[in-house]
């Protein structure tokens, strides 16, 4: 019979933390459920030995027994020759095949979602995390938190170098987290309000921004460490605002923290229209999110109607996609 085993994961954003994680302050990342990935893994080898069977492989490609392949929006076909964009996913697939005694059993993996990449919303990470849980399920393989993160790990390393861990862990948890020294813990709060993620259109440029980063802590090495200190402070009291239930003082805190990234080069002219924006139509604050210079802006707005009236300044202001996440405090 035909076996399959499926897998999910989620968007995420920073809300505090940004570059300065990297460094070692601490970090407060949130879910962002509405935004996911869906992965699933089939034995292909069993599909062809059932005799009279019509179900095809989803690539309908010529393939050698045993081997893999993947089926994405952007390629379909064997593992072997997928392009360079599929490096991380490939290798996560690879690990996972070897992980779970899977090897040689040809395997196709197909990935759906809808986490834009290279938004700073954490597509390699969840795009990772999903295929790794089908994979599991594939195999009925029990996947403890420690194998999750390792296997998430490898793709990680292959799209970023050198990860903090943190897209890792947030887009596999189901509360808003702060992250530190390579730990996360689950962070209960009382806040309610609406997430405003907005698309500025434009890639983001990590490695330029943290090129940019780097720069500025060279050329200013008492304005550079104080920024990272800052950054650091700011993710410690924005996790008391959000778990004491302080939407007023958790914005003020954010446009803070925009002010400190801007300085730092982080920024662009792109995402500094749009958190205007959303400044100016009533958010409690808005900052960029992730790596920068493109990328995604988050706004924090009182409540749905404040939140649409947002999203719309910020799509006036450039934006080609507004998603909303709503804050009702944790269920623990």
């Known amino acids: 019979m035909l076996r399959t085993g499926r ?12 570059h300065a994680v990297v460094h070692g302050a601490p970090a407060v990342a949130l879910p962002i459920d509405g935004l996911g990935v869906c992965a699933t893994a089939r034995l292909l080898d069993d599909v062809d030995d059932v005799e009279g069977s019509a179900a095809p492989a989803a690539s309908d490609v010529e393939r050698r027994p045993g081997e893999s392949t993947i089926v994405t929006d952007v390629y379909s076909g064997p593992l072997d020759g997928a392009p360079e964009l599929l490096e991380s996913p490939r290798a996560v697939i690879l690990a996972c095949l070897e992980e779970f005694g899977l090897s040689g059993s040809g395997v196709e993996v197909t990935v759906t979602g809808e986490v834009p990449h290279a938004r700073g919303l954490g597509s390699s990470a969840a795009v990772a995390g999903a295929i790794v849980r089908a994979l599991a399920d594939l195999a009925g ?35 808003p987290i702060i992250f530190e020294a390579g730990v996360a813990r689950v962070l209960p709060h009382r806040t309610r309000a609406v997430i405003v993620v907005a698309d500025s259109g434009v890639a983001g440029r990590t490695r330029r921004a943290v090129a940019s980063v780097t720069s500025f802590l060279e050329r ?78 988050i706004a924090l707005a009182a409540d749905d109607e404040a939140a649409r009236r947002v999203a719309t300044a910020m799509r006036l202001a450039g934006a080609v996609a507004t998603w909303q996440h709503r804050l009702e405090g944790s269920s623990s």
Do not use: N, W
């Open 220 to 297: 200013h090495p008492l304005r550079g460490p104080a920024l990272m200190a800052g950054l650091g402070a700011l993710a410690q009291q924005g996790a008391l605002d959000l778990a004491q239930g302080r939407p007023e003082q958790l914005g003020a805190k954010m446009a803070e923290a925009q002010g400190m990234l801007r300085e730092l080069g982080v920024s662009s002219p792109e995402l500094d229209r749009i958190v205007d924006a959303a400044v100016g139509a009533g958010a409690y604050g808005a900052k960029l999110t992730g790596g920068g210079q493109g990328g995604c802006v």
């Open 7 to 18: 897998g999910s994961a989620h968007a995420k954003v920073i809300l505090f933390g940004e």
């Open 141 to 175: 393989a029990e996947l403890s938190q420690e194998l999750y993160l390792d296997l998430v790990g490898v793709g990680e390393k292959v799209a970023h170098g050198a990860p903090s861990g943190l897209d890792a862990h947030a887009t596999a948890a189901a509360e």
